[in-house]
Structure formats: structure tokens, C-alpha cells
């Protein structure tokens, strides 16, 4: 090998959070702006879907009850005759 004259390359300077990334914002800005992001994505999701997890088997029973009782319920308005029929109108 030979012997040059030229200064040694020099290292690139390591990643930290202060380093700018994108657009002038630093690492932790945009760690920051992705975080919020994707929790709003995720509570927006949550909103529009029902997606509530029952935590207990009680839980998981109970709601199984109600909605049973809520479809029965529903069955017999079906069967249930309008009220004009049931009601007599006088003259």
C-alpha cells in the first residue's frame, strides 16, 4: 500500500434524536407526528367499528343474553298487528 497525503475520510456523525431527518424536523419530531398519527388511526378505527373486547367469560355470557333477549323481543313486534287494526274508530 502506498502512503497518501489525504486526510483520513471522516466518519459519518451518528443518528441521534436531534438529527434532522425530513423537511427540517428533527428524529424525534417525526418519531413524534407518526405516533400520533397511527394512535388516531387506530381511536378513529375503534369509533366507526364496534370493536370493544369483552374482558370475562360473565362479560361474554351476558352480552350473548342481551342480545338473545333483544331478538326475541324483535320476533314478537313482528307478530304484533298495527295499531289501526287493533283500535276501534268510532262513526
Known sequence: SQATTEPPKKKPDPITSET????????????????????AVIIT??????????R???????RYAQRQA??????KLDTVPPLNELTEIPG
Open 45 to 54: 378505527l375503534c369509533c366507526i367499528f364496534k370493536c370493544r373486547i369483552p
Open 20 to 39: 434532522v431527518v425530513i423537511w427540517g424536523l428533527r428524529l424525534w419530531q417525526v418519531v413524534g407526528i407518526f405516533a400520533i398519527f397511527v394512535l
Open 56 to 62: 370475562t367469560k360473565k362479560e361474554i355470557e351476558a
Open 70 to 75: 333483544a331478538k326475541n323481543y324483535a320476533d
